[in-house]
Protein backbone atom coordinates (compact mmCIF):
# COMPACT_ATOMS: atom_id res chain seq x y z
CA UNK A 1 0.00 0.00 0.00
CA UNK A 2 1.29 3.08 -0.93
CA UNK A 3 -0.04 6.92 0.25
CA UNK A 4 -1.41 9.62 -1.99
CA UNK A 5 -3.00 12.38 -1.94
CA UNK A 6 -6.15 12.58 -4.38
CA UNK A 7 -6.92 16.00 -5.23
CA UNK A 8 -10.47 16.55 -6.57
CA UNK A 9 -12.24 19.61 -8.30
CA UNK A 10 -15.45 20.62 -8.84
CA UNK A 11 -16.21 23.09 -10.94
CA UNK A 12 -19.59 23.57 -12.21
CA UNK A 13 -20.15 22.30 -15.68
CA UNK A 14 -19.69 24.84 -18.80
CA UNK A 15 -22.81 27.09 -19.51
CA UNK A 16 -24.11 26.50 -15.69
CA UNK A 17 -24.71 29.82 -14.74
CA UNK A 18 -22.34 31.02 -11.59
CA UNK A 19 -23.56 34.20 -9.29
CA UNK A 20 -21.59 33.81 -6.52
CA UNK A 21 -18.40 34.35 -9.44
CA UNK A 22 -19.94 36.76 -11.08
CA UNK A 23 -20.67 38.82 -7.39
CA UNK A 24 -16.91 38.20 -6.77
CA UNK A 25 -15.82 39.37 -9.78
CA UNK A 26 -17.39 42.64 -9.59
CA UNK A 27 -16.27 42.95 -6.03
CA UNK A 28 -12.41 42.61 -7.77
CA UNK A 29 -13.68 45.70 -10.68
CA UNK A 30 -14.70 47.47 -7.52
CA UNK A 31 -11.11 47.36 -5.75
CA UNK A 32 -9.69 48.79 -9.33
CA UNK A 33 -8.84 44.99 -10.87
CA UNK A 34 -9.45 44.43 -14.51
CA UNK A 35 -10.48 40.74 -15.54
CA UNK A 36 -12.18 39.15 -18.25
CA UNK A 37 -14.06 36.66 -16.22
CA UNK A 38 -13.56 34.53 -13.41
CA UNK A 39 -14.64 31.12 -11.89
CA UNK A 40 -14.46 29.58 -9.18
CA UNK A 41 -14.12 25.74 -8.25
CA UNK A 42 -14.21 23.42 -5.10
CA UNK A 43 -11.13 21.55 -4.07
CA UNK A 44 -10.53 18.68 -2.16
CA UNK A 45 -7.43 17.31 -0.94
CA UNK A 46 -8.49 13.12 0.27
CA UNK A 47 -5.69 11.42 2.01
CA UNK A 48 -5.56 7.73 1.24
CA UNK A 49 -3.70 4.70 0.80
CA UNK A 50 -4.35 2.59 -2.41
CA UNK A 51 -2.15 -0.33 -4.11
CA UNK A 52 -1.40 2.32 -7.44
CA UNK A 53 -2.17 5.51 -8.16
CA UNK A 54 -4.97 3.64 -10.49
CA UNK A 55 -6.81 2.22 -7.25
CA UNK A 56 -6.50 5.92 -5.46
CA UNK A 57 -7.44 7.87 -8.31
CA UNK A 58 -11.02 5.04 -9.03
CA UNK A 59 -11.73 5.76 -5.11
CA UNK A 60 -11.19 9.36 -5.11
CA UNK A 61 -13.47 9.20 -8.61
CA UNK A 62 -16.41 7.07 -7.01
CA UNK A 63 -16.24 10.06 -3.98
CA UNK A 64 -16.42 12.21 -6.82
CA UNK A 65 -19.23 10.93 -8.26
CA UNK A 66 -21.50 9.73 -5.28
CA UNK A 67 -20.77 13.09 -2.94
CA UNK A 68 -17.85 15.92 -3.73
CA UNK A 69 -19.72 16.79 -6.98
CA UNK A 70 -23.80 16.97 -8.30
CA UNK A 71 -23.22 15.52 -11.57
CA UNK A 72 -26.33 17.58 -12.46
CA UNK A 73 -24.27 20.84 -12.66
CA UNK A 74 -20.59 19.68 -11.58
CA UNK A 75 -17.67 18.75 -14.08
CA UNK A 76 -14.90 17.06 -11.58
CA UNK A 77 -11.06 15.97 -12.55
CA UNK A 78 -8.85 14.28 -10.13
CA UNK A 79 -5.12 14.31 -9.85
CA UNK A 80 -3.03 11.74 -7.49
CA UNK A 81 0.07 12.45 -5.94
CA UNK A 82 2.48 10.12 -3.47
CA UNK A 83 2.40 11.49 -0.28
CA UNK B 1 -52.26 6.93 8.59
CA UNK B 2 -49.17 9.20 10.01
CA UNK B 3 -46.77 11.46 8.30
CA UNK B 4 -43.72 11.44 8.94
CA UNK B 5 -41.92 14.72 9.32
CA UNK B 6 -38.45 14.14 8.68
CA UNK B 7 -35.76 16.15 10.71
CA UNK B 8 -32.33 16.60 10.39
CA UNK B 9 -29.90 18.48 12.44
CA UNK B 10 -30.46 22.43 10.93
CA UNK B 11 -34.19 21.48 9.61
CA UNK B 12 -36.27 24.74 11.06
CA UNK B 13 -39.69 24.19 9.19
CA UNK B 14 -40.84 21.05 10.88
CA UNK B 15 -42.78 22.29 13.41
CA UNK B 16 -44.77 24.37 11.14
CA UNK B 17 -45.34 21.81 8.51
CA UNK B 18 -46.87 19.70 11.60
CA UNK B 19 -48.84 22.58 12.33
CA UNK B 20 -50.12 23.14 9.29
CA UNK B 21 -50.61 19.51 8.58
CA UNK B 22 -52.38 19.71 11.86
CA UNK B 23 -54.70 22.60 10.88
CA UNK B 24 -55.99 20.25 8.53
CA UNK B 25 -56.71 17.49 10.34
CA UNK B 26 -54.04 15.63 9.19
CA UNK B 27 -52.29 13.26 11.51
CA UNK B 28 -48.43 13.64 11.18
CA UNK B 29 -45.41 13.49 13.73
CA UNK B 30 -41.63 14.69 13.57
CA UNK B 31 -39.27 12.16 13.33
CA UNK B 32 -35.50 12.34 13.96
CA UNK B 33 -33.79 11.01 11.08
CA UNK B 34 -31.61 8.94 13.09
CA UNK B 35 -34.77 6.96 14.22
CA UNK B 36 -35.70 5.84 10.74
CA UNK B 37 -39.27 5.89 9.05
CA UNK B 38 -41.96 4.52 11.91
CA UNK B 39 -43.49 1.58 10.27
CA UNK B 40 -47.08 3.33 9.92
CA UNK B 41 -45.62 6.36 7.52
CA UNK B 42 -48.45 6.75 5.38
CA UNK B 43 -46.61 9.98 4.49
CA UNK B 44 -43.22 11.74 4.02
CA UNK B 45 -41.99 15.32 4.54
CA UNK B 46 -38.83 16.73 4.05
CA UNK B 47 -39.13 19.91 5.68
CA UNK B 48 -37.49 23.47 4.79
CA UNK B 49 -34.19 24.59 6.84
CA UNK B 50 -30.23 24.31 6.38
CA UNK B 51 -29.54 20.73 7.27
CA UNK B 52 -26.16 20.14 8.01
CA UNK B 53 -25.53 23.92 7.57
CA UNK B 54 -25.87 23.50 3.89
CA UNK B 55 -22.07 22.03 3.99
CA UNK B 56 -20.64 20.97 1.00
CA UNK B 57 -24.49 22.17 -1.11
CA UNK B 58 -27.39 22.73 0.25
CA UNK B 59 -29.23 18.76 1.34
CA UNK B 60 -26.06 17.14 0.09
CA UNK B 61 -25.66 15.64 3.33
CA UNK B 62 -29.15 15.05 4.50
CA UNK B 63 -29.46 13.26 0.67
CA UNK B 64 -27.02 10.88 1.59
CA UNK B 65 -28.29 9.84 5.22
CA UNK B 66 -29.24 6.25 5.84
CA UNK B 67 -32.85 7.14 6.51
CA UNK B 68 -33.41 8.91 2.97
CA UNK B 69 -32.81 5.42 1.42
CA UNK B 70 -36.15 4.06 3.22
CA UNK B 71 -37.47 7.55 2.27
CA UNK B 72 -36.91 6.08 -1.39
CA UNK B 73 -38.00 3.31 -1.04
CA UNK B 74 -41.79 4.00 0.56
CA UNK B 75 -41.84 6.19 -2.17
CA UNK B 76 -41.46 4.08 -4.91
CA UNK B 77 -43.94 2.29 -3.64
CA UNK B 78 -46.37 4.82 -3.85
CA UNK B 79 -46.20 6.37 -0.20
CA UNK B 80 -46.45 10.10 -0.95
CA UNK B 81 -43.37 12.59 -0.39
CA UNK B 82 -43.05 16.00 -0.18
CA UNK B 83 -39.78 18.11 -0.30
CA UNK B 84 -40.34 21.63 1.05
CA UNK B 85 -37.21 24.23 0.57
CA UNK B 86 -34.31 22.46 2.11
CA UNK B 87 -36.28 19.08 1.36
CA UNK B 88 -36.49 19.84 -2.24
CA UNK B 89 -32.78 20.29 -2.15
CA UNK B 90 -32.38 17.16 -0.50
CA UNK B 91 -35.13 15.23 -2.91
CA UNK B 92 -33.35 16.41 -5.77
CA UNK B 93 -29.78 15.71 -4.41
CA UNK B 94 -31.36 11.95 -3.16
CA UNK B 95 -32.47 11.33 -6.91
CA UNK B 96 -35.62 11.68 -5.62
CA UNK B 97 -36.41 14.08 -8.05
CA UNK B 98 -34.56 15.18 -11.49
CA UNK B 99 -32.70 18.91 -11.62
CA UNK B 100 -30.90 20.74 -9.08
CA UNK B 101 -31.63 23.57 -6.91
CA UNK B 102 -28.37 26.19 -6.32
CA UNK B 103 -27.43 29.68 -5.95
CA UNK B 104 -30.24 32.17 -6.59
CA UNK B 105 -29.20 34.75 -9.65
CA UNK B 106 -29.05 37.28 -7.07
CA UNK B 107 -26.86 35.44 -5.35
CA UNK B 108 -28.95 36.44 -2.44
CA UNK B 109 -31.29 34.82 0.10
CA UNK B 110 -34.54 36.00 -0.86
CA UNK B 111 -37.71 36.23 1.70
CA UNK B 112 -40.73 36.93 -0.22
CA UNK B 113 -44.19 36.33 -1.62
CA UNK B 114 -44.37 34.83 -4.95
CA UNK B 115 -46.98 33.85 -7.42
CA UNK B 116 -46.94 30.23 -8.84
CA UNK B 117 -48.91 28.84 -12.02
CA UNK B 118 -50.56 25.19 -11.17
CA UNK B 119 -49.15 23.30 -14.61
CA UNK B 120 -51.05 20.42 -13.81
CA UNK B 121 -54.56 19.35 -11.67
CA UNK B 122 -54.62 15.84 -11.77
CA UNK B 123 -51.77 15.27 -9.22
CA UNK B 124 -52.47 14.74 -5.35
CA UNK B 125 -50.60 17.74 -4.88
CA UNK B 126 -52.99 19.77 -7.05
CA UNK B 127 -56.05 18.47 -7.05
CA UNK B 128 -57.40 21.28 -4.92
CA UNK B 129 -56.24 23.63 -8.24
CA UNK B 130 -57.49 23.99 -11.58
CA UNK B 131 -54.46 23.96 -14.46
CA UNK B 132 -53.38 27.32 -14.42
CA UNK B 133 -54.42 28.75 -11.39
CA UNK B 134 -52.65 31.43 -9.63
CA UNK B 135 -51.71 31.01 -6.32
CA UNK B 136 -49.08 32.74 -3.60
CA UNK B 137 -46.82 31.45 -1.48
CA UNK B 138 -43.97 32.57 0.33
CA UNK B 139 -40.20 31.67 -0.72
CA UNK B 140 -37.30 31.38 1.30
CA UNK B 141 -34.07 30.85 0.10
CA UNK B 142 -30.66 31.68 -1.09
CA UNK B 143 -30.26 28.40 -3.28
CA UNK B 144 -33.51 28.13 -5.63
CA UNK B 145 -32.50 28.30 -8.82
CA UNK B 146 -33.40 25.32 -10.99
CA UNK B 147 -30.69 23.71 -13.05
CA UNK B 148 -31.40 21.37 -15.18
CA UNK B 149 -29.30 20.29 -19.10
CA UNK B 150 -31.47 21.17 -21.73
CA UNK B 151 -31.86 17.65 -23.02
CA UNK B 152 -33.10 16.53 -19.62
CA UNK B 153 -35.13 19.56 -18.89
CA UNK B 154 -37.14 19.16 -22.56
CA UNK B 155 -37.35 15.38 -21.54
CA UNK B 156 -38.93 16.74 -17.70
CA UNK B 157 -41.35 18.80 -19.67
CA UNK B 158 -42.22 16.34 -22.53
CA UNK B 159 -43.23 13.84 -19.37
CA UNK B 160 -45.42 16.73 -17.61
CA UNK B 161 -43.34 16.38 -14.57
CA UNK B 162 -42.92 20.15 -13.63
CA UNK B 163 -46.11 20.98 -10.99
CA UNK B 164 -45.46 24.77 -10.63
CA UNK B 165 -43.86 27.38 -12.27
CA UNK B 166 -43.03 31.18 -11.16
CA UNK B 167 -45.26 33.85 -12.77
CA UNK B 168 -47.29 36.92 -12.09
CA UNK B 169 -50.01 37.69 -10.50
CA UNK B 170 -52.04 37.19 -13.80
CA UNK B 171 -50.45 33.94 -14.26
CA UNK B 172 -47.96 35.21 -16.94
CA UNK B 173 -44.74 33.20 -16.84
CA UNK B 174 -41.95 36.20 -16.96
CA UNK B 175 -38.51 36.88 -16.64
CA UNK B 176 -39.19 39.38 -14.09
CA UNK B 177 -41.85 37.12 -11.87
CA UNK B 178 -39.29 34.58 -11.87
CA UNK B 179 -37.60 35.36 -8.50
CA UNK B 180 -34.40 33.53 -8.57
CA UNK B 181 -33.45 32.79 -11.98
CA UNK B 182 -34.91 29.02 -12.55
CA UNK B 183 -34.57 27.66 -15.72
CA UNK B 184 -38.13 27.87 -17.65
CA UNK B 185 -39.30 29.40 -14.29
CA UNK B 186 -39.42 25.83 -12.47
CA UNK B 187 -40.32 25.87 -8.97
CA UNK B 188 -41.21 22.55 -8.19
CA UNK B 189 -41.30 19.14 -10.37
CA UNK B 190 -43.16 15.99 -9.76
CA UNK B 191 -40.78 12.87 -9.28
CA UNK B 192 -41.00 9.07 -11.22
CA UNK B 193 -44.65 8.95 -9.50
CA UNK B 194 -47.00 11.62 -9.31
CA UNK B 195 -47.06 10.89 -5.46
CA UNK B 196 -43.62 12.46 -4.78
CA UNK B 197 -43.16 16.30 -5.75
CA UNK B 198 -41.12 18.81 -4.59
CA UNK B 199 -41.18 22.62 -4.86
CA UNK B 200 -38.78 25.75 -3.42
CA UNK B 201 -41.96 27.70 -1.82
CA UNK B 202 -43.28 26.92 1.07
CA UNK B 203 -47.10 25.77 1.56
CA UNK B 204 -46.67 24.93 5.24
CA UNK B 205 -46.34 29.37 5.52
CA UNK B 206 -49.62 29.37 3.62
CA UNK B 207 -51.98 27.79 5.56
CA UNK B 208 -52.94 28.85 8.92
CA UNK B 209 -55.63 31.46 8.09
CA UNK B 210 -53.97 34.04 10.93
CA UNK B 211 -50.34 34.42 9.39
CA UNK B 212 -51.89 35.18 5.74
CA UNK B 213 -52.76 33.61 2.19
CA UNK B 214 -54.26 30.17 2.29
CA UNK B 215 -53.17 28.83 -0.77
CA UNK B 216 -50.77 25.90 0.26
CA UNK B 217 -53.44 24.21 1.59
CA UNK B 218 -54.27 22.47 -1.66
CA UNK B 219 -50.66 21.58 -1.56
CA UNK B 220 -50.43 19.93 1.91
CA UNK B 221 -53.68 18.29 1.10
CA UNK B 222 -52.02 16.04 -1.03
CA UNK B 223 -51.25 13.65 2.17
CA UNK B 224 -55.37 12.91 2.29
CA UNK B 225 -55.73 11.47 -1.22
Known amino acids: ?83 | MTVSIVRFGGSNCDRDAKRALGHLGIDAEIVWHGDGLPAETSGVVLPGGFSYGDYLRAGAMAARSPIMAEVREVAADGVPVLGVCNGAQIGCESGLTEGAFTTNESARFQCEHVYLRVERDDTPWTAAYDEGDVIEIPIAHGEGRYELDDDRLAELEDGNRVLFRYCDEDGSVTDDANPNGSKHDVAGVLGERDTVAVLMPHPERATLPDVGPTDGQGVLRGFEA
Do not use: C
Not at chain 1, 21 to 49: I, M, N, P, W
Not at chain 1, 50 to 65: K, N, P, Q, T, Y
Open chain 1, 1 to 83: MTAYTATVTVRLKHGVLDPEAETTKQALERLGFELEGLRSADRFEVDLEADSADGARERASEMAERLLANPTIHDYDVEVDER
